[in-house]
């Protein structure tokens, strides 16, 4: 039972680091753009951050999860 368990965690890890990073990328591209006003450019900037951390929980615990898998 723990085995579907932490497979179905590892699938919707792996989903939700992958949603995370095209956040992130969407965010730089935002971050970059210098006709976005100031404002917006620095809460893209800092939405990017957060999104890269997410995007490193998520895949530490997608590891974890396929590692608890195979046992």
Known sequence: MDTIKNSANYVSDK???ATS???KEAN???AKDSNAPLGTRFDAGKDAVSDKVDES???ASA???KEQAKH
């Open 57 to 59: 929980s998520h895949g």
């Open 28 to 30: 730089k591209q935002v």
């Open 63 to 65: 590891s974890l999860n």
């Open 21 to 23: 990073g095209t956040s």
């Open 15 to 17: 989903v939700q680091e």
